[in-house]
């Protein structure tokens, strides 16, 4: 588990396990529109710019080099193979395991363990409420190989540009200062914000600078539970709690995927031979579990 994949295992999970189908539709439908690039030897994508008119095409090139990585796009190009004449991006949050500020375990930078899969999985429940606060619904997630892209499709969104981007960034993983004054506050952002407390509350444990404010986790706990604004405006612990946990908060998801317009991510159905797992559409996060759900068959 979690262990490089050889090159042999890669053709049999090519050759005798992997399926153009597992390709999600919203892929396979742009298909044309997106750049493709492989990576071969686990340095990094060194064929690029690769179009593809059908998914036969695509599927006749991977069966015949069974790559270390496979990316597609997430601009749609009119010249894809020139990333050329830009038409469109999805919104994309990236959020890898062995970046996450607080994890529950014991794993090393760079490392990943079901524990740790499992922390990220509860920040994708965040930006997906989020996204949902903010009345988008063509939302997609799909688990990366060690950790979670969640990939949103609405046509509006897919105009904006890196700015606008980046506010719906803030936003969505609550990455910013809130005044709790006696006027009005932005309840919506409060929510999100409100639920990455709870999450930091909960994790203190694993980060140093938090074991500080341990003896006044139950006290942190009524105020958040309270919704009393006045309490959060008057209690100088309760302000620095929350200064600490827009600055982790920054850390949790990749910005820099998030504001490029033509970043390549991997390709869903594909094998991240780095840990060993698929990357895959996850269509039920609830019950979604990678060490299971995301293991090729054909390494048993």
């Not at 920040?123 to 009345?135: H, M, Q, R, T």
């Not at 600078?209 to 009524?222: G, H, I, P, V």
């Not at 958040?224 to 209690?235: A, G, T």
Request: proline residues 3%.
């Amino acid at each position: 588990m979690f262990k490089e994949v050889s090159l042999e295992d890669r053709k049999k999970f090519y050759k005798y396990e992997w399926n153009p189908k597992n390709i999600p539709k919203f892929i396979l439908d742009s298909l044309e529109y997106r750049e493709f690039a492989f990576d071969y030897t686990g340095e990094g994508p060194s064929d690029r710019y690769r179009k593809f008119t059908s998914v036969d095409e695509l599927e006749r090139w991977i069966r015949k080099r069974y790559p270390y990585a496979i990316y597609s796009s997430v601009a749609y190009y009119e010249i894809p193979e020139e990333m050329d004449r830009w038409i469109k991006s999805e919104l994309v949050f990236d959020l890898d395991v062995k970046d996450l500020p607080i994890r529950s375990c014991k794993c090393k930078k760079g490392e990943v363990c079901e524990i740790c899969l499992n922390d990220a999985k509860d920040y994708v429940f965040i930006v997906l409420d989020a996204l949902k606060e903010l009345g988008l619904k063509n939302i997609y997630v799909v688990f990366s190989g060690r950790g979670y892209h969640v990939r949103v499709l609405d046509e509006d969104i897919m105009k904006v540009g890196s700015y606008e981007r980046g506010e719906i960034l803030k936003f969505v993983i609550a990455s910013e200062s809130i005044t709790f004054s006696d006027d009005v506050i932005n309840f919506a952002y409060y929510k999100i914000l409100k639920r990455t407390i709870l999450e930091t509350i909960k994790r203190m444990d694993y980060l140093e600078e938090l074991k500080r404010y341990k003896r006044y986790k139950k006290y942190l706990l009524k105020i958040i539970s309270e919704d009393n604004v006045y309490k959060m405006k008057r209690s100088k612990i309760f302000q620095e709690f929350v200064k600490i946990v827009t600055k982790i908060n920054k850390e949790i998801l990749d910005s820099k995927v998030t504001l490029d317009l033509k970043r390549l991510i991997r390709l869903p159905s594909s094998l991240h031979s780095k840990v060993g797992l698929i990357c895959m559409l996850v269509k039920n996060l609830y019950k979604f579990n990678p060490i299971y759900d995301a293991r090729p068959k054909i390494f048993d």
